[in-house]
């Protein structure tokens, strides 16, 4: 916990409410104060100033003992799963305020009162989304997208020559030499469940993905300048598929939408790539196996004239930021997807240092390390690449 002085506290009141600081001028409800416990737990944590009014007035508490029995019973009791706060009492002109420090939860959902999941919007809170709650279980590995059934699916929707390819180079031998029925065979490997197709089969192994999950694709733009709203582009490409379909053809649109560099080479060599290929390969495999397949929205990679970004949906899942992802902090959003990349022959190298390589090459090269950018308000994650 962040511990404050008075200087400290004037200016935290000063700041105002948003996201991260909530005012109370007293706690007379425990279920009120479990449902502002419940939505910083569920968000990025915060802090709960009681004391000081919607407007900032230092108003003072009167009666800490039973401040702190509310405070107890809440988190002991009103949350669930519990969850442990810390409390700081500051005195300032002989009006105490208490601070509540709200953890950020790593075991969502949490819900208040039993039935109430609630989240941080702004300086303001809402009950989470059906939606918005399978994210929060998923953030802390009780659920995976990529496990998910895709409603109105059978095996039809399998692209079985590919399937069929895939098992004989992967295990050496046909599907019908093991006297599995295909169907359970798909069932043992997590590409079905049941008789429905999971996400991880449906992006996989199936036929046209884009038809059943059509935002599950890579939106691709080489502009003309360096503004995203500009109107001249040099080409663009929504980007379909298998999820090894997608890797390939957006790396080849990179390819054909960069400079190649002579570095000492015959000049009647190709050149290479202003941007490592390694490192383009690593961002665009992370941002299609690690991206957030609860959110129905696409991949986009931006060619600009001084750099490439490529974004994907979703935040850093649970407590990872951008510090701890650069030393090597992997969490798995995706595992069945995650688990089949190296038997699909795309290189990812994994283990958590693919944000390192990514500068390790941009260094070699000679360009500018990559940016790397969590945006949680609109739920995205950036990695932006700048052209020398």
């Known amino acids: 916990m962040e511990i404050f002085n008075v200087d400290e506290l004037i200016r935290l009141i000063k700041k105002g409410e ?97 039935t109430d999941y609630w989240i941080k919007v702004g300086a303001d809170k809402r009950r989470a989304t059906r939606e918005e709650l399978r994210r929060l279980m998923q953030s802390s590995g009780n659920i995976y997208a990529d496990e998910m059934v895709v409603p109105n699916t059978s095996i039809e929707d399998i692209d079985m020559y590919a399937f069929r390819d895939f098992y004989e180079k992967e295990y050496g031998s046909a599907i019908e030499e093991n006297g599995i029925p295909v169907e359970r065979l798909l069932n043992n490997l997590k590409l079905m469940k049941d008789s429905s197709l999971t996400l991880a089969g449906l992006l996989l192994f199936g036929k046209r993905p884009e038809r059943l999950k059509p935002q599950f694709i890579v ?30 053809n957006t790396i080849a649109f990179l390819k054909r939408n960069l400079r190649k560099i002579q570095k000492g080479q015959n000049v009647n060599l190709q050149g290479i ?93 000679g360009i500018k390390e990559p940016e790397f950018i969590e945006d949680k308000e609109a739920e995205l994650f950036k990695v932006i690449f700048y052209r020398p």
């Open 18 to 114: 948003d996201s991260y600081t909530q005012f109370k001028s007293m706690i007379n409800s425990p279920d009120a104060l479990a449902s502002e416990i419940c939505a910083f737990a569920n968000t990025d944590g915060g802090k709960i100033v009681v004391g000081v009014s919607d407007d900032g007035e230092i108003i003072g508490v009167s009666d800490i003992n039973y401040l702190n029995q509310i405070i107890s019973n809440v988190a002991s009791q009103k949350i669930e799963p519990p969850i442990s706060v810390l409390t700081q009492n500051i005195i300032f002109d002989d009006k105490l305020v208490v601070i509540i420090d709200v953890p950020k939860g790593d075991n969502k959902p949490y819900a208040a009162n039993r």
């Open 273 to 365: 790539i202003e941007i490592p290929e390694i490192a383009l390969e690593e961002a665009v495999i992370n941002a299609i196996v690690h991206r957030d397949y609860f959110i129905e929205s696409s991949i986009r990679v931006f060619v600009f004239d001084d750099r490439v970004e490529i974004i994907s949906p979703g935040k850093l899942p649970n407590t990872a930021d951008i510090e701890n992802i650069k030393r090597g902090i992997q969490i798995a959003r995706n595992p069945i997807l995650l688990s089949y990349l190296p038997k699909l022959k795309i290189p990812y190298r994994g283990i958590g240092s693919g944000i390192r390589r990514m500068i390790a090459e941009c260094k070699k090269a």
């Open 219 to 248: 939106k691709a733009v080489s502009f003309i300048g360096n503004d995203v709203s500009g109107t001249e582009y040099l080409d663009n490409e929504n980007i379909e598929g298998t999820i090894f379909e997608q890797y390939k």
